[in-house]
């Protein structure tokens, strides 16, 4: 089992910056992928980006490629996601989640443990 504790979100205006964290305790951190969705009020939890367990691999859903950049600290069990450029539509309640192998994945599937989630708001 693992615990997850996300960190960071706020309220910060279109063309700024964020930088969320993620702590993890429970299962060894570099045994498996770790990712982040976000869920906007009345739509579905998607798919933002995620990273294998050695920080190699990293995918990101088209829409933040380019202003979001994951990375992990295995010496620290943390992951984190530098948010730049940030739009409205970026405003979301953000989730670190712990994926269920090595290989990091881009579905809700591909994921056992999440966080509590935390919220980022970007005003117009």
């Known amino acids: 089992q693992v615990q997850?504790?996300?960190?960071?979100?706020g309220l910060v205006q279109a063309?700024?910056?964020?930088?969320l964290s993620c702590a993890?305790?429970?299962r060894t951190f570099s045994s498996y992928a770790m990712g982040w969705f976000r869920q906007a009020p009345g739509k579905e939890r998607e798919?933002?980006?995620a990273i294998g367990?050695?920080?190699?691999?990293?995918?990101?859903?088209?829409?933040?490629k380019g202003r979001f950049t994951i990375s992990r600290d295995n010496a620290k069990n943390t992951v984190s996601l530098?948010?730049?450029s940030l739009k409205p539509e970026d405003t979301a309640v953000y989730y670190c989640a712990a994926g269920r192998?090595?290989?990091?994945?881009?579905r809700l599937t591909d994921f056992r443990s999440w966080g509590q989630?935390?919220?980022?708001?970007?005003?117009?």
């Open 101 to 106: 192998g090595m290989i990091a994945g881009t």
């Open 53 to 64: 367990w050695s920080g190699v691999l990293k995918y990101y859903a088209v829409s933040v």
């Open 4 to 9: 997850l504790v996300e960190s960071g979100g």
């Open 47 to 49: 798919f933002v980006a």
């Open 117 to 124: 989630g935390t919220q980022v708001t970007v005003s117009s």
């Open 15 to 19: 063309g700024g910056s964020l930088r």
């Open 24 to 26: 993890a305790s429970g």
């Open 82 to 84: 530098q948010m730049i």
